[in-house]
């Protein structure tokens, strides 16, 4: 017996590699007792249970597995699925290994040297964002980008280096590659070569050169060489001279840079009977270029040049002569008269009435504020627009052409226009679909026959038909269209329909971490099991849930699960929630300040914001705490609570402040809010620097509890920096005595802005600023006026009634301030640079009866300098202010932002 | 412990292992462009379409790469396959396997049947037809490449073993008929190399792991 194991036993080892050569026989045609995953959460689980063909009870079929692995696979959220199987008795166990998917969020190659390439690493940098970011990761991943940062860094000359690679993981589903790249030392340049010129020009070039010899390489360097050759050569008439570098990495490690040169024939350009500096046809002789081409390049620049000044018809002449070392090229210019635009006429226009074409010309047409002469260059773009709208039409062969005819000092431009036939549709025929009828289909989509042909429509309808099908559950519709001319200009359009399958939703899963309240979440699908697949109410979903602004990203998967249905997976990724911000500003009546921020978002699950915000400076403490609930009701409606303290220092008190404030916005459209809120605050004023009389015996602790609306309209074309539009906003407040407060005051006060936009960046701006109160209105929520950003031809505050004592501003109730200012560009070449004239009327008064009463108003007019920042302009203004009685002539305000 | 207890120990171990241990039954191998791979579709070719079940799983797995790469590439151009090919193909088999019954067995085990073989057939004949029309365009042999083949390696390798030398009109054609083979192979594995370049190929897996 004990002989026979041993070689039993050797036996068993060798059978048993057979068996597992098709190891599923062992549980082939068994039933599937229980069916288990790992590697996945109850959530994905409960999706993949959904569609797999293996069932419990079922016998296993190896083929049914196949399938449920590639299904598995095809929802792209997974990177890998392994089947085995474990025999129990009777039955097996089938388990899914699922290896969820990873991201590469960032890949990156970082140079550790002080002395790395900087453009290199931009270079190879943009290359793998573009190709590898938000691709799934794998190890082949990796190996893919060493070639090529290999690849960039081999043709730009590297060779002794290393790179490491070091991989983290931010999140689960993410991953983020950094390649560490170090030259142990950069090579040196030991031989700069010129070839394509000879030894002497070589020797001019070589002092020219920003690179030599043994200065370390980049291939910045060597490329920032090549082209300040390049100009050099440029400057000196040889217009399409080529300069390119080519780097060597030599045995010994150091570099070999050659400069291949082309100077190509000297080009001598002149330009006569015209002030134009020839240098602006330069680019047009790039390297390569085809002389004769440039030359005509050159003519048409030229007359689009003189066309942009006024002279319509301007002729020019050209001469050209080439020899081995030069090419001449010489322009003749007979300006011909400048002219303004007269009338604009149409001749041949039977279809389209003179009004019409007229508006379809008109954006080419830009504003003369100034009496200027007409830009002629704009020409061939009206008739392109004209044979745009003539082609809507249906007017498929219309020409046209413009003919400037001289009248006196203007120009009238005659436009002829030869229409031809028009393409009419004769009819609409709708096939293939079954769930509709066609009658229903036109009448939804707007189909009617008889109409002139245009693609616009023709496209609308298509898209109409696809919104209404799709609306449906037919969430797989295609509709084609064919488009057949008949000979008399007639068109038949016929729209087929595939339908495909109808689909339900059969159940809609949220994969991701659960990082809002699930009540949310579902509040946000508008669209529910059972529902009708309805990409528009899909989009819908995904817009609610963006709104809540903790995603960032979301994505959407429709699964077939079986004729009919289908799982709707809404994938999420969470965004970032906290933020923390800092910042140094200025402002005239605080001083300098620095302000820190600390922000989290989504706190509970629930979208909401927190805040806390610090400001600290010379004349300014201030502490707040915000929280924002999200926006509401498909984001209209949201509200906001403040608590603060804050204590300032200013010239006529000084006061400390700590509030609370509920807060809610309306939005009526994009462009209107109503905020309306309530505000329960406690005041101590500290100091005053005025008689105590002035401030209502309110000079001891006192309470404000209010209640105000307000209305904004914004129609600026840009909040920071506005230059067509109008900006609305009207606030009213109403302070009660009510939870024991002490104050009883209204205040109603607005400002309104007004944009113009002119010719050749020229601007105007007209803002009007009210402020009407009554009661009795304690210092701190007077109005105040003078300033940068109010009226510049006085001090800080300093419109109004002042102390007669200290001469400090004393604020009023009522406020009445207008700012009127031109912006023009600056006639040198330095752009977002704008010159300001200004003027500015206004006065503060004690009360409304004040105004009524005297109505008298400070005017200062000035000059100012903007420099356009995204942020707003640096501003500085200089303003004299020309009343009678004043304290001081000339004001000068530096400030950052707009006045408006 | 003597050998022979440990012996016994061991195989009882082994074999209650053998019981509870999970076999494997299928998993993914590779992905090509937006289809995956799996070791299922590795085995299926190997045994029924290219006929070869000790083929490596490498290999197997690198010419069905190849099979999907081809039908991606030339999805409108592929020849139709018609059902005197397909049946030809299915008669061959049939041949290999000597029985009706052994081949429907042999398919029972991947949960196959010759009618649920038949489209997997016919993509592959696809793939050979569209192969062959494409290297016999690329494949040329010229008079110089059979005089060369004539002078440096027929000649010298018939007076090498002491053979008759014939003359070059006599064996031109066999010699032809070597090159375009060695070329043919040649121009399949370039031709295999462009295509599958023009993919994204990863590997999820080893296959020849069990």
């Known amino acids: ?900 | 412990m003597s050998i022979s207890r440990s012996a016994i120990c061991f195989s009882l171990l082994l074999g209650l292992s053998l019981f509870l241990e999970a076999y494997p039954v299928n998993r993914a191998v590779a992905k090509i462009g937006e289809s995956y791979i799996t070791l299922y579709d590795i085995l299926v070719a190997r045994e029924f379409l290219f006929q070869d079940p000790s083929l490596p799983p490498a290999e197997a797995l690198e010419r069905v790469l190849t099979m999907k790469a081809v039908h991606m590439e030339y999805k409108n151009e592929l020849p139709s396959v018609g059902e005197d090919v397909a049946l030809r193909f299915e008669e061959g088999l049939l041949r290999k396997y000597g029985e009706l019954k052994v081949l429907e067995e042999r398919l029972s085990l991947f949960n196959l049947s010759l009618k649920r073989l038949r489209p997997l057939v016919e993509e592959y004949i696809a793939y050979d037809l569209m192969k062959e029309n494409i290297l016999l365009k690329r494949i040329e042999v010229s008079f110089a490449d059979i005089e060369e083949y004539y002078a440096s390696t027929y000649t010298p390798y018939q007076k090498k073993f002491g053979l008759p030398v014939r003359h070059l009109a006599e064996v031109a054609s066999l010699i032809e008929t070597k090159i375009r083979l060695e070329k043919k192979k040649e121009k399949e594995r370039e031709w295999r190399e462009e295509i599958l370049r023009h993919y994204k190929i990863v590997s999820l897996s080893d296959p020849s792991q069990p």
């Open chain 1, 1 to 900: 017996m004990k002989r026979l194991l041993s070689p039993l036993f050797i036996l068993l080892l060798f059978l048993l590699p057979l068996a597992a050569q098709e190891p599923w026989k062992a549980c082939l045609g068994k039933p599937i007792g229980r069916l288990s995953f790992t590697g996945i959460s109850l959530s994905q689980e409960k999706i993949v249970r959904e569609f797999l063909q293996s069932r419990t009870g079922e016998p296993l079929s190896i083929l049914s597995v196949d399938r449920d692995i590639k299904s598995i696979l095809q929802l792209q959220l997974f990177d890998n699925v392994t089947a085995d199987a474990v025999p129990e008795g009777e039955s097996c166990e089938l388990i899914f290994r699922i290896t969820p998917s990873r991201f590469i969020r960032s890949i990156k190659v970082e140079g550790l040297s002080r002395r790395s390439d900087r453009m290199l690493l931009e270079r190879v940098n943009s290359y793998l964002r573009t190709t590898f970011s938000g691709e799934a990761y794998y190890k082949e991943v990796e190996e893919r980008a060493r070639e090529e940062i290999d690849r960039f860094l081999k043709e730009s000359g590297y060779s002794q280096y290393s790179l490491s690679i070091v991989i983290k993981e931010p999140s689960p589903a993410h991953l983020s590659l950094f390649f560490r790249f170090r030259i142990p030392q950069p090579p040196k340049v030991s031989r700069i070569l010129f070839s394509g010129i000879s030894g002497a020009e070589g020797a001019d070039l070589r002092g020219a050169l920003s690179v030599k010899v043994g200065d370390p390489f980049t291939l910045e360097r060597a490329e920032k060489a090549a082209s300040s050759l390049k100009s050099l050569l440029v400057s000196q008439g040889f217009l399409m001279a080529t300069v390119s570098s080519s780097p060597q990495i030599l045995q010994d490690g150091s570099s070999s840079l050659e400069f291949h040169v082309q100077k190509g024939q000297k080009v001598v350009l002149r330009i006569l009977g015209a002030s134009f500096n020839p240098k602006i046809l330069s680019p047009l002789w790039g390297s390569a270029v085809f002389p004769p081409w440039a030359v005509e390049e050159g003519k048409s620049k030229l007359l689009g040049e003189l066309r942009k000044r006024g002279f319509v018809l301007p002729k020019i002449e050209t001469s050209f002569s080439s020899d081995e070392s030069t090419i001449t090229v010489e322009y003749r210019i007979h300006r011909g008269t400048r002219y303004r635009l007269g009338e604009i006429l149409f001749q041949g226009n039977s279809s389209l009435k003179s009004d019409e074409l007229k508006r379809a010309v008109a954006p080419f047409l830009k504003d003369y504020f100034f009496y200027s002469y007409f830009d002629a260059s704009c020409m061939a773009d009206m008739v392109t627009a004209l044979e745009y709208l003539y082609w809507q039409r249906g007017f498929r062969e219309a020409s046209l052409k413009v003919e400037p005819k001289e009248r006196g000092k203007n120009v009238d431009l005659l436009f002829s226009i030869q229409e031809k036939r028009q393409a009419i549709v004769e009819s609409v025929e709708i096939l293939g679909g079954l769930f509709f009828d066609r009658y229903y289909l036109e009448r939804i989509a707007g189909i009617s026959a008889q109409g002139p042909l245009s693609n616009d429509t023709i496209l609308r309808w298509k898209n109409a038909i696809e919104r209404e099908y799709k609306s449906k559950g037919f969430d797989d519709v295609k509709v084609d269209t064919v488009t057949a001319f008949g000979p008399s200009g007639s068109v038949r359009i016929t729209f087929t329909i595939v339908e495909g399958e109808r689909s339900r939703v059969k159940e809609v899963f949220w994969l991701g971490e659960p990082i809002l309240a699930r009540s949310l979440f579902d509040k946000s699908m508008v669209i529910k099991k059972g529902d009708l697949l309805d990409q528009a109410r899909i989009e819908e979903s995904m817009k609610n849930l963006e709104n809540y602004g903790v995603f960032d990203q979301l994505r959407v998967f429709k699964i077939p699960t079986a004729p009919g249905e289908k799982l709707l997976v809404v994938q999420t990724e969470p965004g970032r929630t906290d933020f923390f911000n800092y910042g140094i500003g200025y402002g005239e009546r605080v001083g300098f300040r620095g302000t820190v921020e600390y922000q989290r978002l989504n706190p509970f699950k629930r979208g909401n914001i927190y805040s806390f915000i610090v400001k600290l400076g010379k004349n300014e403490n201030r502490f707040l705490f915000n929280f924002d609930t999200p926006w509401q009701h498909k984001g209209v409606f949201k509200t906001f609570f403040n608590l603060w303290y804050e204590k300032e220092f200013l010239r006529s008190y000084t006061y400390s402040r700590e509030g609370f404030a509920v807060n809610a916005i309306h939005k009526l459209s994009g462009q209107r809010f109503i905020t309306s809120n309530f505000r329960l605050v406690n005041t101590n004023l500290l100091s005053l620097d005025i008689a105590p009389s002035k401030v209502d015996r309110e000079n001891s602790p006192f309470s404000t509890s209010s209640v105000s609306i307000s209305f904004t309209q914004d129609k600026r074309d840009d909040p920071f920096n506005p230059q067509s539009g109008s900006y609305l906003s009207s606030d009213n407040t109403l302070a009660l005595r009510f939870l024991g407060t002490t104050s009883k005051f209204f205040k109603t006060s607005g400002r309104f802005q007004k944009f113009w936009k002119f010719k050749n960046d020229v601007f105007l701006f007209n803002q009007l600023r009210w402020g009407f109160g009554g009661g009795t209105i304690p210092i701190v929520d007077r109005y105040f006026a003078g300033g940068s950003f109010s009226f510049r031809g006085s001090g800080i505050d300093g419109l109004g009634p002042r102390d007669p004592s200290t001469d400090s501003p004393l604020g009023g109730n009522t406020l009445l301030v207008n700012n009127l200012e031109l912006t023009v560009p600056v006639p040198i070449p330095l752009p977002n640079l704008q010159f300001s004239v200004f003027y500015d009327r206004g006065n503060v008064y004690k009360n409304n009866k004040d105004l009524l009463r005297s109505g008298e108003m400070s005017n200062a007019v000035g000059v100012g300098l903007r420099y356009r920042t995204p942020l707003g302009p640096f501003r500085i203004d200089g303003a004299w202010n020309l009343d009678k009685e004043r304290r001081k002539r000339f004001y000068v305000y530096f400030a950052i932002g707009n006045m408006f």
